[in-house]
């Protein structure tokens, strides 16, 4: 808590979930950055620390399902995404299990798992099955990873710095799945294996060749029309759990092009993915300062309409805080 006292603590919460997940976990460690004196809270439990790290996580070859006791609870949500037409499975990789040994090392296991059951789970947290509550091991903390069937699929979130100083976020359309219609994040998605690795034990390369990959298919950047390709860098932010989706976990990172933003918008045009978004915003100095600023001065609560910037995904302000605020 900020010395100041409680006026001078703010917990951040997004409006998608129907409870007070910083009371559900209150025993868990949360993100935290001061900004111009205040402590802001974010409901993300680390679980990876940022920075280059020494990750080895062994690739099982048995899929990842949930229990068998969730068989009921899942059967509509799957039925409906299987009915849905514009919906195709795929498969993303779950992580099993992330810890560090004594030396730094930090090892695990990752499974494949579908994409319509991982969805289904999250369909399920705050609805009348109380799949958050039943998976609780103990009042106010995570399941770990091994042991919870929400930690399901490894997300990857990106934020691009142009070469002429902006952040690069894009106003999400209608259309996808999750924060539809809010100024989010250069690029997000899941880890696919596969596409992404192919190799019996993974890395942080790995899980940042997830992060490329997005970038590529939703802006064009580092992808096969991008000049510049070879000179995107990107570095890990730390793989965070999201209480909100039950402790899904997010690979965070930052990339730089030395592409200006208006070569990155002419790329996104032609991007696979482009149509995810509705519009790129170019985020100065100026911007983020306010865009953290209105976070801070509010109640916390993310996802209202209104404001210079409309509605703000959990992702977006995360990421500006890894990225440019100091440690509180």
């Known amino acids: 808590m900020a010395p100041g006292g409680p006026s001078d603590v703010v917990l951040v919460h997004s409006t998608g979930c129907a409870v007070d997940l910083h009371a559900v976990y209150r025993e868990e460690p949360r993100l935290k950055r001061t900004w111009r004196g205040r402590s802001l809270v974010l409901p993300l439990v680390p679980l990876l620390p940022p920075g280059e790290r020494a990750v080895e996580l062994v690739v099982e070859s048995a899929p990842f399902v949930a229990p068998g006791e969730w068989c009921g609870a899942l059967a509509r949500p799957l039925a409906a995404l299987s009915a849905h037409p514009n919906r195709h499975d795929g498969t993303l990789t779950a992580l099993l299990e992330l810890s560090t040994e004594a030396g730094g090392t930090h090892r695990g296991r990752v499974a494949p798992v579908s994409y319509f059951c991982t969805r ?6 705050d609805g009348p099955h109380d799949l958050r509550a ?93 000049p510049a390709r070879e ?75 209104g404001g210079p910037f409309g509605p703000i995904d959990l992702a977006l302000v995360a990421s500006l805080l890894l990225a440019e605020m100091p440690a509180g």
């Open 231 to 305: 000179a995107l860098e990107l570095r890990s932010l730390g793989i965070w759990r999201e209480l909100e989706r039950g402790g899904k976990p997010e690979l965070y990172s930052l990339a730089h092009t030395p592409l200006s933003f208006d070569e990155v918008c002419r790329l996104h045009r032609d991007a696979p993915d482009a149509a995810e978004s509705v519009e790129l915003r170019a985020l100065d100095r100026a911007d983020r300062a306010g865009l953290i600023g209105e976070v801070a001065r509010g109640d916390g609560a993310l996802g209202r309409p």
């Open 134 to 226: 039943a998976d609780q091991p103990q009042p106010g903390k995570l399941s770990a990873p091994r042991e919870s069937v929400l930690a399901c699929d490894i997300g990857v979130v990106v934020l691009l710095r142009t070469a002429d100083g902006a952040v690069v976020a894009q106003r999400r359309s209608d259309r996808v799945d999750w924060r539809a219609g809010h100024l989010s994040v250069s690029a997000s998605g899941s880890l696919e294996p596969g596409r992404d690795f192919s190799c019996p034990v993974v890395g942080l390369d790995g899980l940042l060749a997830g992060a490329r990959r997005e970038l590529a298919e939703e802006l064009g950047v580092g992808g096969p029309t991008d």
């Open 120 to 125: 289904a789970l999250e369909s399920l947290l």
